[in-house]
């Protein structure tokens, strides 16, 4: 047993059948020996407790040494499954279940793995680390399947993040019903932050790189001042293009520039595989 695992009798019943539903879902469990298809059904309720890492309480229920509960709650048949919320059954099944059908049961009671993440990354935000919130949100987003509320949060995150271009794209998925007051207003950013000058330090290297296309200095120069300001896909590219010229350039500090732009950017992000296979590609 563990925490998210208890095995009932009457001296814990009232507390963690009852009085804990008030705190969390109690998925309970009737089962007993000579049950086949209890044998197969625990395992896999033991599997999603331990998964959900106590978001609900499995407690178990020997129907043969615990008659008194089990009559209590009415069960008839094993095995019998019940999920108890604030101190009433709300739902359940009496039988063998497949995986699929205990999940889709489970996750009307339960809180969405991805709003812990929402949470995570807003803290994160809140922090000015932009950067986690993008790495956190994205992931949020493929496991939730584009849900709306994280699609705008991810799109809020990158356009924090100066990566405009593929806010636009998040964005653009949502279906023109579900084209709301808060899409309009991430458009309205989005718009707000491209016709914001750029910082001069800026303007000026941009000119001045404009005028000397082969000053490698210079580019790398710009480079730090796009990374500096948010704008990571143009750092990036910028770094590329030196390195593409001269794979050695600055003894080996603009390729340094370049990892750690990409390792900057956080584990799993698509920019940064973009343009690790970019340095790969010249290395080997």
């Known amino acids: 047993m563990n925490e998210f695992i208890v095995d009932i009798d009457e001296s814990n019943a009232a507390q963690l059948l009852i009085e804990e539903s008030h705190q969390r879902p109690v998925v309970v469990d009737f089962w007993a020996d000579w049950c086949e298809p209890c044998k197969v059904l625990m395992p896999l309720l033991e599997k999603l407790a331990n998964e959900y890492q106590g978001a609900f309480l499995l407690a178990k ?92 949060a991810y799109a809020h995150a990158l356009i924090e993040a100066m990566r405009l271009d593929e806010a636009e794209k998040v964005l653009s998925e949502i279906r023109m019903a579900d084209q709301d007051a808060a899409w309009e207003q991430l458009q309205a950013q989005i718009k707000l932050k491209r016709e914001a000058a750029k910082s001069p330090e800026i303007e000026a290297l941009e000119q001045q790189l404009e005028a000397s296309p082969e000053n490698h200095d210079l580019r790398v120069q710009l480079a730090v001042a796009y990374s500096s300001s948010g704008y990571a896909k143009e750092a990036l590219e910028h770094l590329i293009t030196v390195l593409r010229a001269d794979l050695n350039h600055a003894d080996g500090a603009t390729k340094k520039a370049l990892l750690d732009a990409i390792a900057s950017l956080g584990k799993g992000d698509p920019l940064a595989a973009e343009y690790q296979r970019k340095l790969y590609s010249l290395l080997y």
Request: cysteine-free.
């Open 61 to 152: 229920v020997n129907a043969d040494q615990q008659q008194m509960i089990t009559q209590q709650f009415g069960v008839r048949s094993l095995p019998t499954v019940m999920v108890i919320q604030g101190g009433q059954p709300v739902d359940g099944f009496a039988g063998a279940q497949s995986e699929a059908q205990v999940r889709e049961m489970l996750q009307k009671y339960l809180p969405k793995p991805w709003e812990g993440q929402l949470q995570e990354a807003e803290q994160a935000l809140a922090n000015g680390d932009v950067n986690t919130a993008v790495t956190v949100l994205r992931q949020a987003w493929e496991d939730s399947s584009h849900d709306h509320q994280v699609t705008l």
